[in-house]
């Protein structure tokens, strides 16, 4: 493919909301580790007052607003946060759900790799988590009635894949995180730090919790 159909494909993907990273397209996020190919994409953004973003841990391109400041730009910003608010609760449920299952603690972060019966089994063996397990899939809108812990686990995992928060991998239930996270950090620490945006929900085990360690 060439470099302007590369380019092309780059703005598109930008344009529509997708985090590019290795995990979801690893040939544009190359595309966008090449200095040329990201000044070529940031002097097209700027055509259109926008930027291209990148999350603090590096593993992440996404679209931005160039002024963040302005009145449009700030409106369109608080209505994301808004929409972000309503799904925010079951996505912290469950990383710290996740965290529990685990001997490391510390955050799901982009490349990590997740393992479907490995996670079950963990469930399964604790009743607590299980109650946690019900939990997220209520809190995420995915709860089917009569699903046992596979079929609710399931139901989380294709749901992360939808939404672009993990990447299907293999011929087996694994799964890699997306740097959709890396971003999802990034915008927490920014709620966190405007007082003036509304309150994100805390699930039990607080937020403090997910970023421990």
Same mark, same amino acid.
């Given at each position: 493919?060439?470099d302007?159909?590369?380019? /092309?494909? $780059? =703005?598109?993907?930008?344009?529509?909301?997708? =985090? @590019? $990273?290795?995990?979801?397209?690893? *040939?544009?996020?190359?595309?966008?580790?090449?200095?040329? !190919?990201?000044?070529d994409?940031?002097?097209?953004?700027a055509?259109?007052?926008?930027?291209? /973003?990148?999350?603090?841990?590096?593993?992440?391109?996404? $679209?931005?607003?160039?002024?963040p400041e302005? %009145?449009?730009? %700030?409106?369109?910003?608080r #209505?994301?946060?808004?929409?972000?608010?309503?799904?925010?609760?079951?996505? &912290?449920?469950?990383? @710290?759900?996740?965290r529990?299952?685990?001997?490391?603690?510390?955050?799901?972060?982009?490349?990590?790799?997740?393992?479907?019966?490995?996670?079950?089994?963990? *469930?399964?063996? #604790?009743?607590?988590?299980?109650k946690?397990? +019900?939990?997220? =899939? !209520? !809190?995420? /809108?995915?709860?089917?009635s009569?699903?046992n812990?596979?079929?609710?686990?399931?139901? @989380?995992?294709? !749901?992360? =894949?939808k939404h672009?928060?993990?990447? +299907? &991998?293999?011929?087996? #239930?694994h799964?890699?995180?997306?740097?959709?996270? #890396?971003?999802?950090y990034?915008?927490?620490?920014? @709620?966190?730090?405007h007082?003036?945006?509304?309150?994100?929900?805390?699930?039990? /085990?607080g937020?403090?919790?997910?970023?421990?360690?």
């Amino acid at each position: 493919m060439s470099d302007k159909s590369r380019f /092309g494909e $780059c =703005v598109r993907a930008l344009l529509s909301g997708k =985090v @590019i $990273c290795q995990e979801t397209d690893e *040939i544009l996020f190359q595309y966008l580790e090449d200095e040329l !190919h990201k000044s070529d994409i940031r002097d097209f953004l700027a055509r259109l007052d926008l930027t291209l /973003g990148q999350t603090r841990d590096r593993a992440g391109y996404f $679209c931005a607003y160039a002024d963040p400041e302005d %009145k449009a730009a %700030k409106r369109a910003i608080r #209505s994301q946060f808004e929409r972000l608010l309503k799904e925010m609760e079951g996505l &912290v449920a469950w990383l @710290i759900l996740l965290r529990s299952t685990q001997d490391d603690s510390r955050p799901l972060k982009a490349g990590d790799l997740l393992r479907e019966a490995e996670l079950l089994e963990a *469930i399964e063996a #604790s009743p607590e988590l299980q109650k946690r397990l +019900e939990d997220v =899939v !209520h !809190h995420l /809108g995915v709860l089917r009635s009569g699903q046992n812990a596979k079929g609710m686990l399931n139901s @989380i995992l294709k !749901h992360l =894949v939808k939404h672009d928060y993990l990447k +299907e &991998v293999g011929a087996g #239930s694994h799964y890699r995180a997306t740097a959709k996270w #890396s971003l999802l950090y990034d915008q927490l620490e920014f @709620i966190r730090q405007h007082e003036d945006m509304p309150e994100a929900p805390a699930p039990e /085990g607080g937020q403090g919790e997910l970023f421990d360690g």
